[in-house]
């Protein structure tokens, strides 16, 4: 049922504004049949991409990118405070405690926001607000833990991913790049594992679905996910990604800086327990997400490689991409440069200490 509406309201733009228990039934071969078409709805493109971006900004927690969202889309008044919108929905979020991943539960969480600053629906997204209402409580009436918005992610990634509009294109780009620059590794692991998760073959139709795909869809079409991480570098080595080229290096600096010193050679390292902890636990969980980040993106390639490495060759061949590389390059010289040698005495020295020590005892 989620899925059906999701393809209605983000995909096709016509939909079913009463999807209650009544107005649906499952046919003998597993399909989704509607009843009752008497309130349908009709989404411009404007207002699905509009959406889209609303649940990303949401979920970033952008709070002045959601208020510009509202005044685009006619949510605001003319002349509103762009700014105060802006505080009052970044007081709303809190400290995070009060995070919903429901329908209902964002709503109650904007609704004094809402009242304060005089929010208006248009007549298109009153329905949609309907629509997914109505199907959230059909939905949880089959599981009370069932998210709507949790759920609906997957989908909204492969919008993202499918649609090469420039307007898709820059969402994708605000979901895995901070403001600063900064790269959100937790989304860019969570893309690509969903990328893979998704992308697996499902036998049978629906008796043969996953159970860890909710969907049971293969709808990352891998032609559209190369085209996609093709237009995300060319972003990254434009003149305009440069603030995101400066984070990532520092971010490969210091992974590979963990890897080399906190994994390599943990025992020559005497730190105090505390200290020895938090490192051991900060390299572990970075290196855990990188290599399950490089195994789910190695599933995906496995999927299509002759569309993955013609897209390297492609990157390889530009000069940015060498530029880059070699920017990469000098400064893990240059890093290593500073570290090593004092690393090294220092490893050298309690090396022997170690041995010296375990003579004596001898």
């Not at 411009?44 to 889209?52: A, E, F, Q, W």
């Not at 209902?104 to 600053?117: A, C, K, R, S, T």
């Not at 939905?139 to 499918?162: C, G, I, M, Q, T």
């Amino acid at each position: 049922g989620l899925y059906c509406s999701l393809r209605q309201l983000l995909e096709v733009g016509f939909f079913h504004a009463d999807p209650h228990p009544g107005n649906l039934v499952a046919t003998d071969d597993g399909s989704l049949a509607y009843f009752d078409f008497g309130m349908m709805g009709e989404i411009p493109r404007h207002y699905r991409v509009g959406l889209i971006q609303v649940l990303v900004h949401f979920v970033n927690r952008d709070s002045l990118g959601l208020a510009n969202d509202f005044l685009s889309l006619g949510f605001l008044p003319d002349g509103v405070d762009i700014l105060s919108v802006s505080n009052a929905l970044q007081a709303s979020f809190g400290d995070g405690t009060r995070e919903s991943q429901d329908f209902q539960g964002i709503m109650n969480q904007l609704y004094d926001v809402m009242y304060e600053f005089n929010f208006s629906l248009p007549p298109d997204y009153a329905l949609v607000i309907r629509a997914l209402g109505s199907l959230e409580g059909t939905a949880k009436a089959l599981d009370p833990e069932f998210k709507v918005v949790e759920s609906s992610y997957p989908f909204v990634v492969a919008r993202l991913l499918a649609d090469p509009h420039p307007d898709m294109r820059k969402i994708l780009r605000e979901l895995l790049i901070r403001n600063d620059g900064s790269i959100r590794w937790n989304r860019l692991e969570r893309l690509i594992t969903a990328i893979s998760e998704s992308a697996e073959e499902v036998p049978g139709g629906p008796e043969g679905a996953s159970t860890s795909n909710v969907f049971g869809w293969k709808n990352f079409d891998m032609r559209s996910v190369v085209a996609a991480t093709e237009d995300l570098f060319h972003f990254i080595l434009s003149e305009r990604g440069w603030r995101v080229r400066v984070f990532l290096v520092q971010d490969i600096i210091k992974a590979a800086n963990i890897f080399l010193f906190e994994k390599t050679f943990p025992f020559l390292f005497n730190e105090e327990l505390e200290v020895r902890e938090r490192l051991e636990f900060e390299g572990h969980a970075t290196i855990t997400r990188v290599v399950n980040a490089l195994g789910s993106l190695w599933q995906a390639v496995k999927l299509a490689p002759e569309v993955w490495i013609a897209m390297l060759m492609r990157l390889s061949i530009k000069p940015e991409f060498h530029q880059f590389t070699m920017d990469i390059v000098c400064a893990l010289v240059i890093h290593s440069g500073r570290k090593i040698p004092e690393s090294t005495w220092l490893c050298i020295s309690r090396l022997l200490h170690k041995i010296e020590t375990n003579s004596d005892i001898n």
